[in-house]
């Protein structure tokens, strides 16, 4: 019998779960809070350039990933040009970090992902639907939403739900995901695994500049987890991001930094980081942008992970997550494949 899911959120796990569930006999309805698929893999355009301002690339680092890479991406996807060099906390610049795997991105950008994986399938898109929590009545699963109408919603209002569905699953960040569980008494378990995930928060700086910068690399990363920047990559290294003569860089702050300038307006900010690239690199142009563009994730990046067994009770009375915070590795592929897994638990179910 057709299962009926529901997969709250379209990240890159929740559009690999759509994609994997496509030949299942499943109806699929997606909510997303946003008015587009990516979540964290998000991309901006200005004055015609594109420029990634949370996950930077994909590696396809598991054979599924490969496949898809070669497979139903490959129209959208193009490589970055360079490597990635080390930045180390006296400041000195060092080739090595890169293992020559190649780094994929959009052509439009890393927010290219997502729909390349659910817009070829059936499921029913609901975009613009902050989902704020379930519940579970005689086995079946109900989504509630105040932004929820039409469909098989019951319309906007405080009660406004969508369902009944054989399976839901989550897959915003853990700490959103586990105040949607706080009715849910079969996820006891699984709701306090969600709490106990830390999350590190990044601000992302993207900065437009009249000068090009030939710098021999790509990107460089802070090892030492020590310095204001964590992360400095030039974007016109992706091939038809960045259009005309000049630089766009994009800057990520380290958590550290991040949280000191949380409260910091936007200008304040990203002069703020522009300042303190120019000095760590020694550049003093990199203080002069033309255009700056600041944004602030909170739930960014987890080392953190959930063991397999605070999941077995929920999944078998239709309750599954998926995500980074699932896999335990704040990585596109990791996601990308914990997507992937869920789907093939939900196919077994049908
Ligand atoms: C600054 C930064 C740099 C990074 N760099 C890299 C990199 O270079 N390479 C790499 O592989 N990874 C990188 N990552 C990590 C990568 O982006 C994530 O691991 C991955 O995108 C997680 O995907 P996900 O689907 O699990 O979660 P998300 O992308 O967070 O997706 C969750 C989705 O749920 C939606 N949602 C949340 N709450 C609700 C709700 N209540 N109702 C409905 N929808 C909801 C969100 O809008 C979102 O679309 C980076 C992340 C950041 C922030």
Redo the contacts with the bound molecule.
């Keep these: 019998m057709t299962r009926h899911v529901a997969i ?7 559009c690999a779960t759509a994609y994997g569930l496509e030949d299942a006999d499943a109806e699929v309805t997606v ?4 008015t587009e ?5 998000a991309t901006r355009q200005r004055e015609g350039c594109s420029y990634d301002v ?6 396809a680092a598991d054979d599924r990933v490969q496949q898809l890479v070669e497979g139903p991406l490959a129209d959208d996807l193009v490589a970055v040009d360079g490597e990635v060099w080390t930045l180390d906390a006296d400041e000195s610049i060092a080739p090595g970090r890169d293992d020559g795997a190649p780094k994929w991105t959009g052509s439009r950008g890393v927010a290219d992902i997502g729909p390349a994986l659910l817009d070829p399938t059936d499921s029913d898109v609901r975009f613009d ?3 704020a929590g379930i519940g579970c009545d005689d086995g079946t699963w109900t989504v509630f939403s105040n932004s929820l109408d039409g469909g098989d919603g019951t319309g906007a209002g405080d009660d406004a739900r969508a369902g009944p569905f054989d399976d839901v699953v989550l ?3 853990a700490p ?1 995901t586990a105040e ?1 569980l706080r009715d849910v008494s079969v996820a006891d378990s699984l709701r306090a695994a969600a709490r106990s995930i830390e999350y590190r928060s ?1 601000t ?1 700086v993207a900065a437009r500049y009249e000068e090009s910068f030939e710098w021999p690399y790509y990107a460089l990363v802070d090892t030492s987890k020590t310095l204001d920047l964590g992360w400095i990559a030039r974007e016109e290294a992706k091939p038809g991001h960045v259009s005309g003569d000049g630089s766009l860089v994009i800057f ?1 702050a380290s958590p550290q930094w991040s949280q000191r300038h949380q409260h910091a307006e936007d200008p304040a900010l990203a002069d703020a980081a522009t300042d303190a690239a120019a000095a760590l690199l020694d550049v003093s142009a990199l203080a002069d942008p033309v255009w700056t563009d600041v944004v602030r ?1 909170k ?3 987890t080392d953190d992970g959930i063991a397999t067994s605070v999941r077995t009770d929920p999944a078998d009375a239709g309750l599954h997550v998926a ?2 915070w699932v896999a335990g590795e ?6 990308i494949v ?1 997507g992937l897994e869920t789907a093939d638990r939900l196919a077994e179910r049908t």
């Design positions: 709250v959120g379209a990240g890159v796990a929740g909510f997303e809070r946003r698929a990516g979540g964290r893999a949370g996950a930077n690339y994909l590696t639907v902050d989902v897959t915003p960040p959103v949607l990044i992302t990520q994730w739930h960014a990046l995500g980074d704040s990585r596109l592929n990791a996601a914990s």
